[in-house]
Each structure stands twice: as C-alpha cells, then as structure tokens.
C-alpha cells in the first residue's frame, strides 16, 4: 500500500534532517518516494503503475508520495524542480534519483539495479 508522507512521518520512515547531517536511512526496507502534484499530468499517468508495484513488491519495498505542494520544505531539501521525481532510497547508500513518469519497466529495473530487489 502506497503511504503519503508528511515532514514528521518522512523523518521517522526515510531520512531524519534535523538530527543527521549525514545520510542516515530510518526504514526498515528499501522505499521509493514519489514527489507529485496533484494538478500534474504526468504524476497522475505513474500513479496507477505505482499501485501495481505497490501489490506486487509488497513486503520487499516501501512506496511513498511526497505532495511537492503541501510539503514544500521537503521538496526544497531535495532540490525538486520537475515532477514527477522519484527517489530510490536503498537500505544502504546513498539514493538516487529520477526525474519524470518513467515505465513500469525502467522502474523495475531501478528496484533490482538501485535497491537491489527482485519481483
């Protein structure tokens, strides 16, 4: 089940940025963070495929949504300029990220080559 993230939740379940300088990764298992609008086209085309990925990795990953509009500090912190921009935070290293919709595909891909997970 994808999970939208406030400021307080993202420092709990991904990275806290107030008490690390340092990348210090909080979850339990490797995640994706979607920063989105609601008003952009584009986040809304990845969404569904979001959803599937969600179901199919389910237990093996963390899917989040970060809202861009309503948490404004977070998107700031990461230096967002486009949406959709999609992080893939493994549970050791650094994460990465992505810019725009990408295809189911390339997102698998970036689950096994980045996190280091398989289906």
Same mark, same amino acid.
């Not at 806290?16 to 210090?24: G, T, Y």
């Not at 809304?44 to 989040?64: C, H, M, Q, T």
């Given at each position: 089940?994808?999970?939208? !993230? ?23 298992? #490797? ?10 086209? $584009?986040?809304?085309?990845?969404? #569904?495929? !979001?959803?599937? !990925? ?6 093996? /990953? ?9 948490? +404004? ?7 967002? +300029?486009?949406? $959709?921009?999609? !992080?893939?935070? $493994?549970?050791?290293? +650094? #994460? +990465? ?5 990408? $295809? ?12 280091? /997970?398989?289906?």
């Amino acid at each position: 089940m994808i999970e939208f !993230l406030t400021k307080d939740t993202f420092k709990e379940k991904v990275f806290n940025f107030e008490k690390n300088k340092e990348w210090k990764f909080e979850g339990d298992k #490797p995640c994706m963070i979607d920063f989105y609008a609601d008003w952009c086209g $584009p986040c809304r085309a990845v969404a #569904p495929i !979001l959803e599937e !990925l969600s179901s199919e990795y389910d237990g093996k /990953i963390n899917i989040y949504k970060v809202d861009t509009e309503a948490e +404004q500090e977070l998107a700031a912190m990461f230096g967002i +300029q486009s949406i $959709p921009s999609l !992080l893939f935070v $493994p549970s050791e290293g +650094q #994460p +990465q990220m992505a810019m725009g919709a990408l $295809p189911k595909d390339s997102l698998k891909k970036a689950f096994k080559d980045v996190l280091g /997970i398989d289906e």
